[in-house]
């Protein structure tokens, strides 16, 4: 059996675990999604706001292939320095896919963006999602307006 992994648990990475499992060429395709964070779905798990019900909703498509009998999510694997490094997994798997993006937003260069009190929608939106590398404690949340 041809055991491969994916690094990234976004869409991309599920999808590519979705393409691999129903390719035809090379039958019995097993393959492990590995994230760095507790859990699946990437940005739209993290990076989308609640109140945008159409697009969370995809967490229902990914979540079918993430429950395919050959395919198996591994949360809380960081990829990188020592332990596991990049050449360890191509000994663990006959091939590795990385499907990982930005960990942070670019800054726009806008007069202002550098002073206190202003955030990024990124770093925002991950506070309220509960991404587990934010913080809230800079954010004013007793203020009464804006």
């Not at 506070?127 to 007793?142: K, N």
Request: overall charge negative; charged content about 15%; some cysteine.
């Amino acid at each position: 059996m041809l055991r491969v992994a994916v690094v990234g648990s976004g869409p991309s990475g599920v999808y590519a675990a979705q393409a691999l499992v129903q390719q035809q060429a090379v039958p019995e395709v097993s393959v492990h999604v590995l994230d760095r964070l507790p859990c699946p779905y990437g940005l739209v798990r993290y990076g989308v706001a609640p109140d945008h019900e159409k697009i969370k909703s995809l967490q229902h498509t990914l979540r079918a292939v993430l429950e395919h009998p050959r395919v198996c999510f591994l949360g809380h694997v960081h990829v990188g320095p020592p332990p596991l490094v990049p050449e360890r997994l191509l000994e663990l798997y006959h091939a590795v896919v990385y499907c990982v993006g930005a960990a942070t937003d670019r800054r726009l260069g806008v007069p202002g963006e550098e002073l206190p009190g202003s955030f990024s929608a990124t770093d925002f939106v991950s506070w309220y999602s509960a991404h587990p590398d934010a913080t809230g404690d800079a954010f004013a949340l007793g203020a009464g307006s804006a």
